[in-house]
């Protein structure tokens, strides 16, 4: 299991994920081509963005192919294989997450920024995609309401300040990431936090 | 009927396209500058970002002064003229949709892109200004529901793709695009894809 | 009084009012540090992206910092405290949206932009970032439906293109923009157009 391998179900795992939004709000097909290609380009395209990166080295010719031919097979699938698949669209995800805020600390890191650039790098990266697929189809950020979601990002942001960049310790940070989330998805943990703790009186 | 005139009509319409939604969501008069500046340039904005081109080339003088008097105008119409331009609006709409395509894909075009990216900056200029406005007006994107938008730009791409760049051949593009997208209006065509088959049925 | 206590002051203003409407929302955690990050900084994005300056200047380590411990504090506050706050929040807005429209308006005259490029700057640097936080926040932009935001951009922009640049001149706009925001706010002025005077009865 080497590192492109993990970029590549990365990459996958995030355009369909903006597809399946798109069906759930009955987006017609340019609706899926549109979120899919935002959630899988627009962390990275906000990244670039903030850290005065050209934004056209995003669009290797590889990757796009691989997102518009899983985009297109989305399309034609009938709806029960898209309930099947459901299943383990968290697991997919969660490989995305790791492996988009990885690239996104390496970036940053690469050019020489510190540890505050790098996290929010990372963050964007890992999350920013998913944000602006949800503003499309109309509902709030899902990324805003867990913590799960920004707290590894932020873990992988640390690993990749320490130094971590070799394809083993790239694929501890993902499995690492992977476990968690999938516990934290099944035991529905959350952080209370004082500013949180008396909302139910207040309102 | 030259280039320059449908530009004009476009970058009008879709300004004032943007001033009515601003009015339908009863914004103040800042909304409607907001929403008609944003829809008439926010395509090309992204579009500029997208394929890494300097975005202050967008702001020539002249359309911007039409632009702001069109907003202006508009501010100043009483409500009953609102609604009897209204009939007019998806004609000029379509004429916007044409026009903004086109420059897409003529700037990708000339940067020497693919089909792919030539596709990817004729859709995003044609529809991405449509786009924001209907999320700062807090609905969801109207683009991302119709097929007719997205394969009409799609069209206008491949066309840009085969070399069509004279004021005639344009044209052509910009007449059969108004046509296609009238007849669609009027007939409510519809594509049944695979993924949308069973919704009735699992929703 | 100096100019930089104001900028601080208008920057801490805009990240708590970012934290509060997140807080409200009911995000976590993540939540409150994205919306108020965006807030801060948002607006100072959008114009740099249309200005075409680069955007990493807009990262200086200070006041990053300063943002960063605002946000901290604001979550590990009792919800009481938070109401507290809320009274003064509205003051510090005004702060925020002189100190930030100066700002825009300063940077673009000094790259020698019209008048009309140096409002457009002012008015996405006052009012891009609660624009985006609102939309993040899933809720339509409050700074679309009222109008005293912009008239005051509006006007800073003004005064900045007569050539106001003196830290007195500045804190007389600051002054004059808290003293009118204020007024408009405690006595809801409001602003009747042609285009909004029959809507009662067409809706």
């Not at 935002?38 to 796009?64: C, E, F, K, M």
């Not at 969660?94 to 940053?108: E, H, K, P, V």
Request: hydrophobic share 55%.
């Amino acid at each position: 299991m080497t590192w492109s391998v993990l970029h590549i179900v990365g990459i996958i795992a995030y355009a369909a994920s903006g597809a399946f939004v798109a069906l759930q709000v009955k987006y017609s097909f340019i609706g899926i081509f549109v979120l899919g290609l935002t959630t899988s380009y627009g962390g990275a395209v906000i990244r670039n963005i903030v850290l005065d990166v050209p934004i056209s080295d995003i669009w290797d010719r590889q990757s796009l192919l691989i997102v518009l031919i899983t985009l297109t097979i989305i399309i034609f699938l009938e709806r029960k294989w898209v309930n099947h698949w459901k299943r383990w669209g968290y697991f997919f995800d969660s490989i995305g997450l790791a492996s988009f805020a990885i690239q996104g600390g390496l970036l940053a890191k690469s050019l020489e920024h510190d540890l505050g650039i790098i996290i929010i790098a990372s963050m964007f990266t890992g999350v920013g995609g998913g944000m602006i697929r949800d503003l499309l189809a109309g509902r709030t950020p899902l990324a805003l309401k867990e913590e799960t979601h920004a707290i590894l990002t932020f873990l992988c942001a640390i690993c990749i300040w320490f130094g971590w960049s070799s394809p083993i310790e790239l694929t501890i940070i993902v499995i690492f990431v992977v476990c968690i989330r999938m516990l934290s998805f099944h035991n529905k943990w959350r952080i209370k936090l004082p500013c949180n703790r008396f909302e139910n009186k207040n309102l």
